[in-house]
């Protein structure tokens, strides 16, 4: 059975991915490793603690990372961040404290021990800055052969991007650290807005789970909703919310959701494109691609997949 870590800035769709990753049998949820983006990190934190226990499985431990990029010395939430979370990340939802708390062993160390632990059956899936990650990667640089691997949110190769004309908002947190990630050759698919946009959920699917009649199932589709609301007014177009952060959980159960494009890839790090996910010009040639881009997703499938597995879930829960 594949073993997985999930590194979240808990916010509606990390916690959407919580929960899909709960719901898949195939995987075992070892851990979160927290991280900044949606919220702050000790936010973040809180919010998957609570939510873990609130769907029945606080035996998931959550470990407390890196609290800003490699190249800062703080982080702030953006204002856009918390209209589409909620100032508490979860759409303003209350949801009772845990009385968990974070391990005492730090994010980039537990990292670095489950890949020890459990090698190739470990898959990493960050979906927020990969500033976690590239830290574990500098501390014990021989994990980049030894890791199962990484399947992570963020980037965009085919469509422009979500916070400037060619950058993603993961990617724009700590664009020194995603290229460190992505060039490192680290065994990584990227899962970014030219798939997760075609991912849409919408009210009457929140309402399929409001029906199961369980807390969780309630509390989960108001968090959504709040998140779907957020849309109406950042991209109506889309006529719904985007499922970013499951799609990748989906992707590390099931890779044959996507088709991807192999293509070494690198993160551009200086203005006018700082953040830009691109090919890496030094290693096109290479015949030894290191990183998967998904660039095309089955929608229909995953979808189902998504709905189902999240239903199963609530509907045990309390």
Known sequence: MKKLILDLDTGVDDTLAICYALGSPEVEL???????????T???VRNALAITDMLGHPEVKVYEGLAHSSTTDDFSVLPISAFIHGDNGIGDVEIEDSERVAEDVPA???IIDSVKKYGKDLIYVPTGPQTNLAAAIKKAPEIVDEIGGVVLMGGALTVPGNVSACAEANISQDPEAADFVFRSGIPATMVGLDVTLQTLLTYKDTAVWREKGTYAAGKIADITDYYIKAYETTAPTLHGCGLHDPLAVAVAVDPTLVTCLDINMKVDTEAPTRGRTIGDTDRLNDPVKTMKVAVGVDVP?????FMTRIGNLVAAAK
């Not at 070892?30 to 702050?40: A, C, E, P």
């Not at 499938?301 to 997949?305: I, K, S, T, V, Y």
């Open 42 to 44: 000790k936010q973040g």
């Open 301 to 305: 499938r995953f979808l189902d997949e």
């Open 30 to 40: 070892i851990g979160i490793t927290g991280t900044y983006g949606n919220v702050l």
């Open 108 to 110: 980039v160390d537990f």
